[in-house]
């Protein structure tokens, strides 16, 4: 059974260019969710989504942006890029839970951006 | 919203046991995650608690106090490997991390 998978494994990108990360979910996982983390600090949520919208967004700008197939698929879209946005890129998935929140969340390897 | 209290960094000896502790506010409470994060790596799931009481697994446990928004993991028998990060999370959506505890385990 694979578990997250999330391309590439690192990027080098100069400021001003666009990007865009990919994720796969665990299998039978319906949600996504994705989170930058700089060095040192906790993740911090970007947004989720489900059954392919935008469901909870988190304190990030609008360059942030993403998709979800309906395959379950997801991509994370960040244009402009800010020297900032050089972080580790995780992605997540996991059952919708209901109200309740999200059962456990596994993540995938993440992708490491680096902005020059 | 959410508020995630941790100690930012901790140091054990080998062999030894150690509590990280973690207080949290949140709006409606669902349960709490525990994860384990090394240098470099994604987070692992470790444990979720949603009942007052002691969770054990292993030679990790997660105790949790729902009037006191209280939580801590405890790690027994340390080894050098269970050096990382360790992440509580509220369960919710969406699920906010704090900023972690290092662990450090030396010999």
């Known amino acids: 059974d694979a578990g997250v998978t999330q391309s590439p494994t690192h990027l080098i990108k100069t400021r001003g260019q666009q990007v865009t990360l990919r994720c796969s979910p665990k299998?039978?996982?319906?949600?996504v969710s994705w989170y930058q983390q700089a060095l040192g600090q906790g993740p911090q949520f970007i947004f989720q989504y489900y059954e392919e919208e935008e469901r909870q967004r988190g304190n990030f700008p609008d360059r942030f942006s993403g998709h979800q197939f309906p395959n379950y698929s997801s991509e994370l879209n960040v244009n402009a890029l800010l020297l900032g946005d050089s972080a580790l890129y995780l992605c997540?998935?996991?059952?919708?839970?209901?109200?309740?929140?999200?059962?456990?969340?596994?993540f995938g390897p993440g992708t490491r951006l680096t902005v020059t | 919203g959410q508020n995630i209290d941790q100690p930012t960094e901790m140091t054990a000896t080998e062999g030894a046991i150690v509590q990280i502790n973690c207080t949290y506010q949140t709006s409606g409470f669902n349960g709490l995650f525990w994860y384990q994060q090394h240098a470099g790596e994604a987070p692992t799931f470790l444990s979720y608690?949603?009942?007052?009481g002691l969770e054990e697994k292993g030679r990790f446990s997660s105790f949790l106090s729902r009037s006191k928004g209280y939580s801590y993991l405890l790690l027994k028998e340390l080894q050098m490997k269970d050096s990382a990060s360790y992440l509580c999370a509220p369960r919710n959506t969406p699920l906010v991390f704090g900023k972690g505890t290092r662990l450090s385990v030396i010999a």
């Open positions: 299998s039978g996982h319906d949600t």
């Open positions: 608690n949603v009942l007052d």
């Open positions: 997540a998935s996991s059952l919708a839970g209901g109200a309740g929140g999200p059962h456990e969340q596994y």
